[in-house]
């Protein structure tokens, strides 16, 4: 479990919607210095929790991103590509790549909006359409966050 306070929240929220250091201190009327200091506290428990999450899920890792918080792994069992995401809305998540048939699914609605407010919390657009299966919109989703990574 990731443990973050409400001020390291709200930094995390203002750089993941784009703001640079400087900015974030000046909206919010501290130094510069305080900012990047919180960041790099929170940016280390972002990578200790992915870390920890991939662990307990015997995930292989691959790629990982704090700043971004996403872990790109490999699950050996499943044989499939796992991705872990850390975002204020939705916290860890765990997504295991899948063709699945979310029209039966009941977790198909939940699936849904943590995929739209994680989008919508890294400035990443994603179609609105109901008719666009969860498991297609992770892959949109996924693909987009792994351009820079």
Same mark, same amino acid.
């Given at each position: 479990?990731?443990?973050?306070?409400?001020?390291?929240?709200?930094?995390?929220?203002?750089?993941?919607?784009?703001?640079?250091?400087?900015?974030?201190?000046?909206?919010?009327?501290?130094?510069?210095?305080?900012?990047?200091?919180?960041?790099?506290?929170?940016?280390?428990? $972002? &990578?200790?929790?992915?870390? #920890?999450?991939?662990?307990?899920?015997?995930?292989?890792?691959?790629?990982? /991103?704090? @700043?971004?918080?996403?872990?790109?792994?490999?699950?050996?069992?499943?044989?499939?590509? $796992? &991705?872990?995401?850390?975002? #204020?809305?939705?916290?860890?998540?765990?997504?295991?790549?899948?063709?699945? /048939?979310? @029209?039966?699914?009941?977790?198909?609605?939940?699936?849904?909006?943590?995929?739209?407010?994680?989008?919508?919390?890294?400035?990443?657009?994603?179609?609105?359409?109901?008719?666009?299966?969860?498991?297609?919109?992770?892959?949109?989703?996924?693909?987009?966050?792994?351009?820079?990574?």
């Amino acid at each position: 479990m990731i443990y973050l306070t409400e001020k390291q929240l709200l930094l995390w929220r203002l750089r993941q919607s784009g703001l640079t250091l400087s900015e974030i201190a000046t909206k919010l009327g501290i130094s510069r210095q305080a900012v990047h200091k919180t960041m790099q506290t929170v940016e280390n428990k $972002v &990578y200790e929790a992915l870390i #920890s999450a991939a662990a307990a899920s015997k995930v292989e890792i691959r790629r990982i /991103d704090a @700043k971004r918080g996403i872990l790109v792994g490999w699950s050996p069992w499943l044989k499939t590509e $796992v &991705y872990i995401t850390f975002s #204020s809305r939705n916290g860890l998540q765990i997504w295991f790549k899948h063709e699945g /048939d979310c @029209k039966t699914c009941p977790l198909r609605e939940d699936c849904r909006k943590i995929l739209l407010n994680e989008a919508e919390e890294r400035g990443i657009e994603l179609p609105a359409s109901r008719e666009i299966e969860p498991s297609k919109l992770a892959e949109i989703l996924f693909d987009k966050l792994l351009e820079g990574l």
